[in-house]
T-cell receptor, first 115, second 112 residues
Framework: AQSVTQPDIHITVSEGASLELRCNYSYGATPYLFWYVQSPGQGLQLLLKYFSGDTLVQGIKGFEAEFKRSQSSFNLRKPSVHGSDAAEYFCAVGPEGYNTDKLSFGTGTRLQVFP | DSGVTQTPKHLITATGQRVTLRCSPRSGDLSVYWYQQSLDQGLQFLIQYYNGEERAKGNILERFSAQQFPDLHSELNLSSLELGDSALYFC???????????FGPGTRLTVT
């Protein structure tokens, strides 16, 4: 069965510092991988996605992620964090099973940004 | 704005009651997903509908049911509500070239 692990529950960084959020997945074939962001009281917003091709994908808000098959990882990065990036970040993998587009989500990483 | 709409935004009700949450997917999306998000359980997949038919089922209680109508909007019905059902309920839709899901703003349910 597919699964996603986000090892870091909570990360704190200073504004302007670089950021890397970790995501490890378990999947039997070539996965579709996603990062979502959730601001307090809001829905989840799609940051970026990987389907195939170039393993470094660019997303919105200056985020990027790199797919590393050998490490089963899809880490999210940003070179310089803003205060507005404080939110919860979810990694997801899919599709799960036959005849469904169901995704499996990680438990999330809460990002706190200090000024 | 994802294009997915959910109503109501907030719902406060008493234990034992029944409520209906409504979701309209993005234009053209055939799949609708329902999720429950709570502090202790995180983001839990409940159920998926595709073009009116149930496609996948997750950790959905028997007290909960859902359906998708011919116009593709979906409703999640929660009955015999308990305090533990208090949570954020999200709807998402997909139907483009890949399985990425687009989430609505959620309905916050408070059971008192």
């Amino acid at each position: 069965a597919q699964s996603v692990t986000q090892p870091d529950i909570h990360i704190t960084v200073s504004e302007g510092a670089s950021l890397e959020l970790r995501c490890n997945y378990s999947y039997g074939a070539t996965p579709y991988l996603f990062w979502y962001v959730q601001s307090p009281g809001q829905g989840l917003q799609l940051l970026l996605k990987y389907f195939s091709g170039d393993t470094l994908v660019q997303g919105i808000k200056g985020f990027e992620a790199e797919f590393k098959r050998s490490q089963s990882s899809f880490n999210l990065r940003k070179p310089s964090v803003h205060g507005s990036d404080a939110a919860e970040y979810f990694c997801a993998v899919g599709p799960e099973g036959y005849n469904t587009d169901k995704l499996s989500f990680g438990t999330g990483t809460r990002l706190q940004v200090f000024p | 704005d994802s294009g997915v709409t959910q109503t109501p935004k907030h719902l406060i009700t008493a234990t034992g009651q029944r409520v209906t949450l409504r979701c309209s997917p993005r234009s053209g999306d055939l799949s609708v997903y329902w999720y429950q998000q709570s502090l202790d359980q995180g983001l839990q997949f409940l159920i998926q509908y595709y073009n009116g038919e149930e496609r996948a089922k997750g950790n959905i209680l028997e007290r909960f049911s859902a359906q998708q109508f011919p116009d593709l909007h979906s409703e999640l019905n929660l009955s015999s509500l308990e305090l533990g059902d208090s949570a954020l309920y999200f709807c998402a839709s997909s139907g483009g070239l890949g399985p990425e899901q687009y989430f609505g703003p959620g309905t916050r349910l408070t059971v008192t």
